[in-house]
Nanobody, 127 residues
Framework: QVQLGESGGGLVQAGDSLRLSCAAS????????MGWFREAPGKEREFVST????????HYADDVKGRFTISRDNAKNTVYLQMNSLKPEDTAVYYC????????????????????WGQGTQVTVSS
């Protein structure tokens, strides 16, 4: 079984930055892609960003493009989400997810695409 553990959330003011981390552990598995999703109160979980594990290509939701950056450290089995210029509407629980199979040339943005999920980390942005 694969375990994913997020860290780095917190309470910040609008315009501040945070970096989230997600470390994968447990049964050795080759990831196809890692993703970040978020879930705000009363809303469905939504796609934020994804990265192809092998060659590092990235894809972002429109409302975070230019502000958030996803990256990975293959040696540490860790994916990061650097969040700059945070807005109150970025407030949510942020989840990382892993997809082990599928095309190496596609970007996966649906929650059902990913088999493994972390427990989430709260990000709160005050105005």
């Amino acid at each position: 079984q694969v375990q994913l553990g997020e860290s780095g959330g917190g309470l910040v003011q609008a315009g501040d930055s945070l970096r989230l981390s997600c470390a994968a552990s447990g049964r050795t598995i080759s990831a196809n892609a890692m993703g970040w999703f978020r879930e705000a109160p009363g809303k469905e979980r939504e796609f934020v960003s994804t990265i192809r594990w092998s060659e590092g290509s990235t894809h972002y939701a429109d409302d975070v493009k230019g502000r958030f950056t996803i990256s990975r450290d293959n040696a540490k089995n860790t994916v990061y989400l650097q969040m700059n210029s945070l807005k109150p509407e970025d407030t949510a629980v942020y989840y990382c997810a892993m997809k082990s199979d599928g095309s190496r040339y596609a970007f996966y943005t649906g929650t059902r695409d990913y088999e493994y999920w972390g427990q989430g980390t709260q990000v709160t942005v005050s105005s």
